[in-house]
């Protein structure tokens, strides 16, 4: 019932776009704050957005698929992905700020090899609390540190403050 409960929740905030208007404005306040210009938010044309339309900046360049394509117009493809990588986790420790559905229908290459990102009816924001459980989430999962992970997952939410992290230990075979 919660997942639920959530889930009609988000839907019925990711139809509002001038939510979606001023999460595009918010993430560009973040990338903008922490330096980092590999990232590119489209703007909102305020005077054309409403509870049902949401015009913004056009953007050309390639899909985040189109290695090929952006490799033979000079692109280089490991920046863009290390920019993206940087982003997000700037983002997300720095601000508690982030894009809530980043796959590649979401994001464009530019042809200058900066990303553009689409699609901000999920953004996130963490409070400090979660921002450390995210960071040691990364850092646990990196480590192999099962039980470091389920202490994370419990402070992001997922499981309930007073879950007895030892028996879901043994529950799920750990």
Known sequence: PALVELFAETIS???DFRLEAQNMLDVAE????????GYVVPRPHPTLVTRRVLVM??????????VDDMRAAGI????VVRIGMRGFTEGCMI??????????????V??????GLFDFGITARMTPLERSAFLRLMMTG???DIRGQLVA?????ALPPDTDLDEVFVDLGL
Do not use: K, S
Not at 30 to 37: K, Y
Not at 76 to 79: I, N, S, V
């Open 30 to 37: 973040v990338f903008a704050t922490v330096g980092q210009r």
């Open 110 to 115: 530019l042809p200058d090899g900066r990303i």
């Open 76 to 79: 280089d493809t490991h920046e």
């Open 142 to 144: 990196a480590a192999g």
């Open 57 to 66: 900046e056009r953007f050309d360049g390639f899909g985040f698929d189109a």
């Open 13 to 15: 905030e990711e139809l």
């Open 153 to 157: 997952f419990r402070d992001l939410g």
């Open 95 to 108: 601000h508690g700020v982030f894009h809530g559905d980043l796959h590649g229908g979401n994001l464009i």
